[in-house]
């Protein structure tokens, strides 16, 4: 089995409970996450969502383990799409990130 450490850490940390009221909305969830492991984690992020998405195929199994495995509290209404969707997203977020990153050097 393929260990997520990011994707663990992002979904079993930041989506618990509270999370709306801690960080307001899922981007803003999203935004603190990648604020705090910085670019450095940000191409392995981009690896363990591929991962996941490889393994994952219907959104019914990206919610049993966002919510299941990883026990967070997120659901489609709360990203207004599949969590599978979601998860695209996410990536795209990371991947602008590793741009801006890239353009701003060393």
């Given amino acids: 089995m393929t260990t997520h450490h990011s994707l663990d850490a992002f979904f079993g940390s930041f989506f618990h409970q509270d999370w ?23 191409d392995g992020l981009v690896d363990e969502i591929d991962s996941t998405l490889d393994r994952y195929r219907s959104d019914e199994q990206v919610v049993e383990w966002i919510n299941g495995r990883l026990h967070a509290e997120l659901y489609r209404e709360a990203v207004g799409m599949p969590l599978r969707d979601w998860l695209l997203v996410v990536r795209g977020e990371v991947t602008a990130r ?9």
């Fill in 20 to 42: 709306e009221e801690d960080y307001g909305s899922p981007a803003g969830a999203l935004a603190r996450f990648l604020d705090l492991v910085g670019p450095s984690r940000y």
């Fill in 98 to 106: 590793i741009t801006a990153s890239d353009l701003d050097g060393p």
